[in-house]
């Protein structure tokens, strides 16, 4: 019966009521002893139900027959079996038996109201005749009238290029119009789904375009949720909804300076960008909007941060895609070489600590090959490059590391990375300079390890530049970096962290940029696993120490 269309199946029950009526008329005699007390009731009631079995079961035999074809003809016959079972109803019952009876007729009429296709308008008389309020048969009637609607647009999108079995671009346009009030509604939910994923083959769009304005603020609101599907086909057709939901994760980063990376990472999964960002046109709009974001913050650091999360999250959700379904990583970086992205892609936490010096030594040696290939101001020049390097800035924190762990001279491949990751802008010159003043602290941190006796003084001296040999912002930056990580890493260093943290944040905007170093180191090791239990602990204890200055 799952093969006939919705109540037909039971019309098709109903219309054995003919034959069983007269089995029942030849057997009555032999079934009568058997109810006792109650035979003298049936033997009443009896001529008139089984006249109206007959009856029953011969209009519907004949509606079987017209339903299926798509004509006045078939809304008439579901009317008329209506009636025939209203008429079964008697208004004053006299005994239990006729209650029951009246009982199980006008639930029979719920089920089939509930089932049909009528209209609001239509199904009034019927249900005042039975006694019924709204509140009784509405909501059944919704969720068929839902389950019908779904069905078809289902229906439609399966028959591809059969027009005439696809919904009317006029009435799409006008379902989805009713639907804009409707979306954070449970019952109405599957019928959003299939709205969405329904694909027409009319040249333009034939959704009512503020359907998609009030799924996309549902789902950001937490008001409904969608499948990562839906979502992607959301985005897809409506840009100003993508839009929208990359700048309500800018407010949430810009609404509390005390988000860890962890809530960061929380954000952006719930709101499906990773997962969508799968399909090449929703990763290039959500990346532009971050290199637009950059550009007016001059590299805030918790833009940078969010960023770099997002890239991470990205990868996860690509790698659990179908190998065979997934598109090329060029796609995602048309204008990056794609020997430089696809080494960058590949995260330490990925390879061997034993191999991360080479990797290292390749993503500096192919990166600046792209920037010295290209003139200043280029497409593909120095800021183009630095973006694809921001994307995957962990690299950059785990050259620092290398060089204050490593005993071998700082190699300049390591140097040149950091000189260029912070400071994009500045020329080759300027960058070389970086260069020597960065291996001059390093060679000094190294002195440092090795004494006795170290103290917040000694490396104070080595942060403060000489007058004789000023140090750019990029510089200035880096080498901050390069003592954090010296009092993370050395045996001695977080004896000296608290009393040197005067220097190394003397404002309100270098303690944030401090902040957001150590809850993205913290962050990076537990993506590794370790968890880095010897600096760890110390690193934790001063990240809350200085959250709570902010």
């Known amino acids: 019966m799952s093969s006939f269309p919705n109540g037909l199946s039971l019309v098709f029950s109903l219309s054995f009521l003919f034959p069983f009526s007269?089995?029942?008329?030849?057997?009555?005699?032999?079934?009568?002893?058997?109810?006792?007390?109650?035979?003298?009731?049936?033997?009443?009631?009896?001529?008139?139900?089984?006249?109206?079995?007959?009856?029953?079961?011969?209009?519907?035999?004949?509606?079987?027959?017209?339903?299926?074809?798509?004509?006045?003809?078939?809304?008439e016959s579901q009317k008329i079996v209506i009636w025939c079972l209203c008429c079964l109803i008697n208004k004053e019952p006299q005994s239990s038996a006729e209650t029951r009876l009246n009982s199980w007729v006008r639930g029979l009429l719920l089920h089939i109201l509930s089932a049909f296709r009528f209209d609001v308008k239509e199904v009034g008389p019927f249900t005042q005749c039975l006694g019924y309020e709204p509140v009784d048969y509405y909501p059944g009637l919704l969720k068929n009238m839902v389950a019908s609607l779904v069905s078809e647009l289902r229906e439609g999108h399966l028959n591809g290029w059969n027009t005439q079995r696809r919904m009317a671009p006029e009435r799409l346009m006008s379902l989805s119009r009713i639907c804009v009030p409707l979306v954070t509604l449970p019952d109405c939910q599957p019928l959003v789904e299939a709205l969405l994923t329904y694909h027409g083959q009319a040249p333009q769009e034939v959704l009512w375009p503020e359907l998609f304005d009030a799924i996309n603020e549902a789902f950001l609101l937490?008001?409904?949720?969608?499948?990562?599907?839906?979502?992607?086909?959301?985005?897809l057709q409506h840009l100003p909804?993508?839009?929208?939901?990359?700048?309500?994760?800018?407010?949430?980063?810009?609404s509390s300076e005390r988000h860890h990376l962890r809530e960061i990472e929380c954000f952006i999964k719930d709101l499906s960008l990773p997962q969508a960002a799968c399909h090449p046109a929703v990763f290039r709009i959500v990346d532009e909007m971050f290199r637009c974001a950059l550009l007016e913050t001059d590299g805030a650091p918790e833009v940078l941060a969010a960023l770099q999360v997002f890239t991470r999250c990205f990868l996860e959700a690509r790698d659990k895609e179908n190998k065979q379904l997934r598109f090329a990583f060029k796609a995602y970086f048309p204008h990056a070489p794609a020997s430089l992205a696809t080494v960058l892609s590949q995260l330490p936490e990925g390879l061997p600590q034993g191999r991360w010096f080479q990797r290292l030594q390749l993503i500096s040696q192919q990166l600046r090959e792209a920037v010295d290939g290209q003139p200043q101001g280029s497409h593909g020049g120095p800021l183009q490059s630095w973006f694809l390097l921001a994307h995957f800035g962990g690299w950059a924190d785990v050259a620092a590391e290398q060089l204050l762990r490593s005993d071998m001279d700082p190699p300049a491949a390591l140097l040149w990375l950091l000189a260029f990751y912070h400071g994009p802008q500045e020329g080759a010159q300027q960058r070389a300079r970086t260069m020597v003043q960065a291996e001059a602290v390093l060679r000094g941190l190294r002195e440092l390890s090795g004494s006795a006796r170290l103290s917040a003084r000694d490396l104070q001296a080595l942060g403060e530049s000489s007058p004789g040999d000023p140090r750019s912002p990029a510089c200035t930056q880096l080498i901050r970096q390069l003592l954090l990580n010296f009092l993370l890493w050395a045996p001695r260093g977080h004896t000296i962290a608290r009393e040197a943290m005067a220097f190394l944040a003397p404002t309100h905007d270098v303690t944030r940029e401090v902040i957001g170093f150590l809850d993205q180191t913290l962050y990076r090791w537990d993506q590794l696993g370790t968890g880095a239990s010897g600096p760890g602990a110390p690193a934790r204890a001063l990240l809350q120490e200085l959250r709570a200055q902010v």
């Open 22 to 75: 007269l089995f029942l008329n030849v057997s009555l005699p032999l079934l009568l002893p058997g109810f006792g007390d109650a035979a003298q009731h049936i033997a009443l009631l009896w001529p008139w139900l089984l006249l109206s079995l007959h009856l029953t079961g011969r209009v519907c035999h004949t509606c079987y027959t017209k339903l299926k074809e798509p004509s006045i003809c078939r809304d």
């Open 222 to 235: 937490k008001k409904i949720s969608l499948p990562v599907a839906a979502v992607t086909i959301l985005w």
């Open 241 to 254: 909804s993508l839009e929208r939901a990359v700048l309500h994760l800018f407010e949430k980063l810009v």
